[in-house]
């Protein structure tokens, strides 16, 4: 299974969701395809997480690699390391219960509309999932664009030190680019031509 964890405010429906999606239909393993619409709560959106892998798991599915974009990196991360797996993160978040504390109270959403109402306590939930170190750098794939705009992708390099590393020189936190660096991405997640 290739789990995509979306970022925060986010959805199934972002750009990067859709363009791993649509790779992994050309492929022929859209059924091996995963992205859940993540909760706002971060203990609730690992359970979500955790209940994708349990469900792969019940049909007999035993592989799990995990590709988790901003937030969805953070939470692929403290997955990777409590699954044994691989995880592909995309400019992800390394220290969220700092960079979010800024949005708490009612929050709009990226798609469909709508609203996330974020809690002092979803900061403590998020300090609780905090992995301080990876234990296996060569279970990571880091992805991080030096022209993020909301995430410091010197940070991303401290924290994934050892990891197989693409850094952008400039693109954006979206990484508008990524359809150029999808294969590369499933490559690694042991998803190949």
């Not at 960079?99 to 509309?113: I, S, V």
């Not at 234990?135 to 990571?140: A, F, L, N, S």
């Not at 991303?156 to 999808?182: C, K, N, P, T, W």
Request: charged share 20%; with cysteine; proline share 5%.
């Amino acid at each position: 299974m290739l789990l995509y964890l979306h970022g925060f405010r986010s959805s199934p429906q972002s750009t990067k969701a859709r363009i791993v999606a649509e790779r992994m239909q050309a492929l022929g393993r859209a059924d091996d395809y995963v992205c859940p619409e993540l909760n706002v709560a971060p203990q609730a959106a690992i359970a979500q997480a955790e209940a994708a892998i349990a469900a792969a798991r019940a049909r007999g599915d035993e592989t799990l690699a995990i590709v988790g974009s901003s937030l969805g990196g953070f939470y692929a991360t403290w997955l990777a390391e409590r699954y044994g797996c691989r995880a592909a993160v995309l400019n992800p978040a390394t220290q969220p219960y700092r960079d979010l504390a800024r949005y708490l109270g009612e929050q709009p959403l990226w798609h469909g509309g709508g609203t996330v109402r974020v809690e002092p306590a979803h900061m403590d939930e998020l300090r609780a999932l905090a992995v301080p170190r990876i234990t296996h750098p060569e279970r990571y794939y880091l992805l991080a664009a030096t022209g993020d705009e909301v995430l410091d992708y010197r940070e991303m390099l401290a924290h994934y030190a050892g990891a197989q590393v693409r850094l952008l020189q400039g693109s954006d936190h979206g990484i508008s680019e990524f359809a150029d660096y999808v294969d590369e991405v499933l490559t690694f997640c042991g998803i190949g031509q």
